[in-house]
């Protein structure tokens, strides 16, 4: 009986061990994904229009501002103290203002790039998982999240090529440029 449970727990060993390093292992670069999805391409679109208008609003009072610096530089001489005063302060709260706008300007596009990222995020991670799932990977690396100093590329199946399918994306398609923020 000693010998029967020996023999079977070294064949249980010897088939966990076996197992162990039959395991499929994946890599993908999520970022190059992510880049060829039509939905990115859309939110880019979006990006820049919303940065075009904000832009837009910023011009608008940096000219208000300029207007109002001339008018002061050339009707400084005929002002009274009381009169360059007043206009000093409006001078200043202008500039407040623009700088106030730009801080602002920037953590809203900061939002809505977030906004606009989370939903493709999201469908790409879902893609992934059913890709990696459906192939039997037991771990799947992403070669753009962080340093992996040193893998086999034989021993590690490139799988972007099905994610890319999965999402409807050309397996050939370059990935565009990632807005600068």
Do not use: H, W
Request: hydrophobic fraction near 40%; include cysteine.
């Amino acid at each position: 009986m000693k010998k029967v449970l020996k023999l079977t727990l070294a064949v249980v060993c010897v088939m966990f061990s076996t197992s162990l390093f039959a395991q499929k292992m994946g890599r993908i670069n999520t970022q190059e994904i992510i880049l060829s999805m039509n939905e990115y391409k859309e939110a880019q679109t979006q990006m820049e229009s919303y940065q075009k208008e904000l832009s837009a609003q910023a011009e608008t009072i940096q000219v208000e501002y300029n207007t109002k610096l001339q008018e002061y530089q050339k009707n400084f001489d005929t002002m009274t103290d009381a009169v360059k005063q007043l206009k000093e302060k409006e001078l200043t709260d202008l500039q407040t203002r623009f700088q106030e706008f730009q801080q602002m300007a920037q953590q809203d596009l900061q939002k809505k790039y977030s906004d606009l990222m989370a939903p493709i995020e999201k469908k790409a991670i879902e893609a992934i998982n059913e890709v990696s799932k459906a192939g039997g990977y037991a771990v799947v690396f992403d070669m753009s999240a962080g340093p992996i100093i040193y893998f086999d590329e034989a021993s590690v199946i490139d799988i972007s090529g099905d994610v890319k399918t999965k999402l409807g994306v050309s397996a050939t398609a370059t990935p565009a440029a990632a807005p600068a923020q």
